[in-house]
């Protein structure tokens, strides 16, 4: 008899995550059956969630990885199959919850997730920069960390985050890809090329639903969306579909820009949202002397989170200054965030600063509105 055994060779697999579902293949139904020769030779068949699933490479490398280093294997045999249609609904059963109940996760009454809406008055101001990285921040911390880019018209997280991996489709449940641990699901994913997306309302509104319902997140404990800019059709669904979502409002320091803001903000007044803070960008240039250049005035973090106070009657924090940082950029177009790439630079310290003041805040259940409805 070999000296692995099936107890040994489980235990390895224990350890073997799936990289969309980020649970023990163990724990998914997903081990069809190993064992051992007296030779040592595993044998090992995993069950995919679809034919042709783009992971399958990873599985296999990290299932054989696994099992080589329980004593006594000598060799790992592989074999990938694919779930029947009974598996695949027990699967999203044990995913979903008992009748693989659908609904938006993140409203559920007792769900902890944090949910962030990103937004500004203008484009270009850093929205998206600000996204990837506080959710970068986050899940190097540990956190479960999720993004919707609901910036439909002009997606740009799946760069962002270097993510060209298309989302599994199981029945209709949709994995989203996962980058530096973040889960990322963007309308970009679904067109072909670099198609720009030409709908209307009632389509955004659907489409957001679609990805709030049928995109499999899991238990996250943070969820940001990437607004587009302005006060347009996106920001008012979301304040529908997800009334406990709390504004993160990006401005540049100029006043004129923070007036632009304080529109996209005081918005939160009408539907009952909750107003987290105010995330100044671009607030000055480091010069090689230690000086600091403010190329675009300065105070319009400061006078917006003030106004946006007294708009909405309760404390609208600045949460940071983030300066211009050309690494900042390089990052973004490296598809590395610069919280990772480049976490010595200021800017990357700025928002590692704003993601702990965000994890620091109470979670969940405390920062549910009272149900109030849009005027
Ligand atoms: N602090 C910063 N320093 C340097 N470049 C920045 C900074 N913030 C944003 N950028 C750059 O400005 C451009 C617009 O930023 P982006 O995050 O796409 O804005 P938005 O989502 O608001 O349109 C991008 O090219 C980005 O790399
Ligand atoms: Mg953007």
């Given at each position: 008899?070999s000296?692995?055994?099936?107890?040994?060779?489980?235990?390895?697999?224990?350890?073997v995550?799936?990289?969309?579902?980020?649970?023990p293949?163990?724990?998914?139904?997903?081990?069809?059956?190993?064992?051992?020769?007296?030779?040592?030779a595993?044998?090992?068949?995993?069950?995919?969630?679809?034919?042709?699933?783009?992971?399958?490479?990873?599985?296999?490398?990290?299932?054989?990885?696994?099992?080589?280093?329980?004593?006594?294997?000598t060799?790992?045999?592989?074999?990938?199959?694919?779930?029947?249609?009974?598996q695949?609904?027990?699967?999203?059963?044990?995913?979903?919850?008992?009748?693989?109940?659908?609904?938006?996760?993140?409203?559920?009454?007792?769900?902890?997730?944090?949910?962030y809406?990103?937004?500004?008055?203008?484009?270009?101001?850093?929205?998206?920069?600000?996204?990837?990285?506080?959710?970068?921040?986050?899940?190097?911390?540990?956190?479960?960390?999720?993004?919707?880019?609901?910036?439909?018209?002009?997606?740009?997280?799946?760069?962002?985050?270097?993510?060209?991996q298309?989302?599994?489709?199981v029945?209709?449940?949709?994995?989203?890809?996962?980058?530096?641990?973040?889960?990322?699901?963007?309308?970009?994913?679904?067109?072909a090329?670099?198609?720009?997306?030409?709908?209307?309302?009632p389509?955004?509104?659907?489409?957001?639903?679609?990805?709030?319902?049928?995109?499999?997140?899991g238990?996250?404990?943070?969820?940001f969306?990437?607004?587009?800019?302005?006060t347009g059709?996106?920001?008012?669904?979301?304040?529908?579909?997800?009334?406990?979502a709390?504004?993160?409002?990006?401005?540049?320091?100029q006043?004129?820009?923070?007036?632009?803001?304080?529109?996209a903000?005081t918005?939160a007044?009408?539907?009952?949202?909750?107003?987290?803070?105010?995330?100044?960008?671009?607030?000055?240039?480091?010069?090689?002397?230690?000086?600091r250049?403010?190329?675009?005035?300065?105070?319009g973090?400061?006078i917006?989170?003030?106004?946006?106070?007294?708009?909405?009657g309760?404390?609208?924090?600045?949460?940071?200054?983030?300066?211009?940082?050309?690494?900042?950029?390089e990052?973004?177009?490296?598809?590395?965030?610069?919280?990772l790439?480049a976490?010595?630079?200021?800017?990357?310290?700025?928002?590692?600063?704003?993601?702990?003041?965000?994890?620091?805040r109470?979670?969940?259940?405390?920062?549910?509105?009272?149900?109030?409805?849009?005027r």
């Open positions: 008899m000296t692995a055994s099936a107890e040994a060779l489980q235990a390895a697999l224990a350890t995550i799936d990289p969309e579902l980020r649970r293949i163990t724990e998914l139904g997903m081990v069809e059956s190993v064992s051992a020769d007296a030779a040592g595993v044998q090992l068949a995993v069950l995919l969630t679809i034919a042709g699933c783009p992971l399958r490479d990873t599985i296999t490398n990290d299932a054989t990885e696994a099992l080589s280093r329980v004593p006594g294997v060799s790992v045999d592989v074999e990938l199959k694919v779930m029947t249609s009974a695949r609904e027990a699967l999203k059963e044990q995913l979903r919850g008992p009748g693989g109940q659908r609904g938006i996760p993140f409203t559920k009454p007792g769900s902890l997730t944090k949910v809406a990103v937004a500004s008055g203008k484009g270009g101001v850093g929205k998206s920069s600000v996204t990837v990285n506080l959710a970068c921040a986050l899940a190097a911390q540990g956190l479960r960390v999720g993004i919707v880019d609901a910036d439909v018209h002009g997606f740009s997280v799946p760069a962002l985050m270097g993510i060209t298309k989302p599994t489709q029945d209709d449940m949709i994995l989203p890809p996962v980058a530096y641990g973040v889960k990322v699901i963007s309308i970009g994913m679904f067109v090329g670099n198609q720009p997306v030409a709908w209307r309302g389509m955004l509104h659907r489409a957001l639903e679609q990805f709030l319902t049928d995109v499999y997140f238990d996250l404990d943070a969820l969306l990437d607004l587009p800019p302005g059709d996106i920001a008012i669904s979301v304040a529908q579909l997800l009334p406990n709390e504004i993160l409002v990006v401005t540049t320091p006043a004129a820009a923070a007036d632009v803001a304080e529109r903000g918005i007044t009408q539907t009952g949202q909750k107003v987290a803070g105010v995330i100044e960008n671009m607030s000055f240039l480091e010069m090689p002397d230690g000086g250049m403010e190329l675009f005035g300065s105070g973090g400061a917006l989170a003030e106004r946006l106070t007294a708009a909405v309760s404390e609208v924090p600045l949460l940071g200054q983030i300066p211009l940082d050309i690494r900042l950029r990052g973004g177009d490296a598809g590395k965030p610069v919280v790439a976490p010595e630079t200021v800017a990357a310290r700025a928002m590692e600063t704003i993601a702990e003041a965000l994890a620091s109470p979670r969940g259940l405390s920062g549910l509105p009272l149900g109030i409805q849009p």
